[in-house]
């Protein structure tokens, strides 16, 4: 099992438990965001997960190919 595999089996069970519980998508994947960047605050500088978070949010458009092989 990947790394993938094993992080987005533990989300479908979030986000079964928060429906649940009444609890959107929406909340739960802000409060995954939220602790993802604490987690990367562990050991990157606020510039580097800045980036990191840029180069995901330029990436979101899934016709397009990465922004980083465009012409």
């Avoid at 929406?26 to 990157?44: P, Q, T």
Wanted: charged share 25%.
């Amino acid at each position: 099992m990947s790394a993938h595999q094993l992080v987005a089996s533990h989300v479908e069970g979030a986000l079964k438990e928060a429906a649940n519980h009444g609890i959107s998508d929406d909340v739960v994947a802000r409060c995954l965001l939220s602790e993802a960047i604490r987690l990367f605050k562990n050991g990157r500088s606020n510039d580097d997960i800045a980036a990191e978070l840029t180069a995901a949010a330029d990436n979101l458009d899934d016709d397009n190919p990465l922004i980083f092989i465009r012409p």
